[in-house]
Structure formats: C-alpha cells, structure tokens
C-alpha cells in the first residue's frame, strides 16, 4: 500500500518568514502524481499543485515552490515571506490506482501551519 | 461556475440511525469520489462512482453505500451510525477518473453521532 508521511503536525512563524512542509512518500509505482492541497477552517481542500513522477523539475508558483527530489521520495513545499491568510492546514497526497483508470488520492496527516502577525 | 456542492453541510444524528449526504459535481465533471476526514487526520477515500458506476472502495464497512445519479451528482449513505462515524465528509469531482485527474472538493458536511 501506499504512504504518505508529513512529520511535521504543527509548526508556527512570524508573518514574512520563509516555511518548508515536508511530505515523505511510498510507493511502488512507477507512474503516479503528488499534490498539494491547502484546508483552510472552512473546510474545503484547495488544490495547490500536481506533479508527475516524471517531471523533477521544480516549480514556482508566487510565494509558493516546490522540490520534488525522486531519489528521497520527497515532494517539499515552501512559502516564501510567509503571510497570516497562508494560515491553514496542508496535506500532501499522492494518486493511487485501483483499478483501470480508476484512482484514489492517499493523504498525509497534514502540517497545521500557523503565521502570527 | 458553482463548484462542488455538498449538503447538509452539518449534521447530528444518534447512535444506530442512517444518514444521507448529498454532493453535486462541478458542471461536466463525471467523476465523484468521496472522502472520510476524522478531526485531526487526513482525508481517508471511501468511494469512486464514474458514469454512474463504482469503480474503487476503500476500506470501509458494508454500512457505507453510495451511488451516482444520471445528472452525475451522489448521495454516500451511512447505516447503523457509530460514534466513531463522527466526521467531515469530503466530496470530490473531477472531470475524469485518470490518475492525473485534478480533483475539486467540496466544503464538506460535518457529521456527529452522539
């Protein structure tokens, strides 16, 4: 089975700092995708970012990057000059087939990050 | 465009009756999935419905049924509820079923068996 591990229960910074939310996976898959989805109190999961296991290449999204490094199975994420709305819950996930096509998405325990003014 | 939509959006129920949770997929998006969230952990799946079939079950007991309408929404159906059944209930919708499918949520019932 696949797992996805996010050490990191909690953490807090101050506004303007920089954060990384580590994600560790497994799987045996040689095709598969992670993702990055943000859960704010209201509930809802925001999708954040897709990557295929194919592509290492990092990416940047304003204040938000990503490193996926295959070799250490970690699909990192940062938040530069960290703001108090980026407060919220983060969960990384990675897609599973069942079976055909069909797929399921296995979460992390996610990383409640805390910006204080 | 409206996004995922779920309802009720809370909801409190005793020991031993059913519930009934209702999604409805974005416009287009045949694919809904559904996702149990205990306070404190990660989004767990229960189901996958595409065009109107189940095509993947997590690992859940009997008690959980769902199913997909010709309009493409669900309803996830919950018998002999547990306390432990207490907890957000997610749904997602893509547009496809593929692996590399982005998925869009819906804000969730919130779900407690007292």
């Known amino acids: 089975a696949q797992k996805v591990t996010q050490a990191q229960t909690e953490i807090s910074v101050v506004e303007k700092e920089d954060v990384t939310l580590d994600c560790v996976y497994e799987?045996?898959?040689?095709?598969?995708?992670l993702f990055w989805y943000k859960q704010p109190p209201s509930g809802e999961l925001v999708f954040l970012i897709r990557?295929?296991?194919?592509?290492?290449q990092n990416e940047i999204s304003g204040r938000y990057s990503w490193n996926f490094q295959k070799s250490t199975s970690s699909f990192n994420f940062t938040i530069t000059a960290s703001q108090v709305v980026d407060s919220a819950v983060y969960f990384c996930?990675?897609?599973?087939?069942?079976?055909?096509?069909?797929?399921?998405?296995?979460f992390g325990s996610g990383t409640q990050l805390t910006v204080l003014p | 465009d409206a996004g995922v939509t779920q309802s009720p959006t809370h909801l409190i129920k005793t020991r031993g009756q059913q519930v009934t949770l209702r999604c409805s997929p974005i416009?287009?998006?045949?694919?809904v999935s559904w996702y149990q969230q205990v306070l404190g952990q990660g989004p767990q799946f229960i189901f996958q419905?595409?065009?109107?079939?189940?095509?993947g079950r997590g690992n859940f007991p009997d008690r959980f049924s769902a199913r997909q309408f010709p309009n493409y929404s669900s309803e996830l159906n919950v018998n002999a509820l547990l306390l432990g059944d207490s907890a957000l209930y997610l749904c997602?919708?893509?547009?496809?079923?593929?692996?590399?499918?982005?998925?869009?949520f819906g804000q969730g019932t919130r779900l407690t068996v007292v």
């Open positions: 997602a919708s893509s547009a496809r079923q593929g692996m590399n499918t982005e998925a869009f």
């Open positions: 799987t045996r898959d040689t095709t598969y995708y």
């Open positions: 990557r295929n296991s194919f592509d290492e």
């Open positions: 996930a990675l897609s599973e087939v069942l079976s055909g096509s069909a797929r399921q998405l296995t």
């Open positions: 416009s287009g998006h045949k694919s």
């Open positions: 419905y595409y065009e109107k079939e189940e095509r």
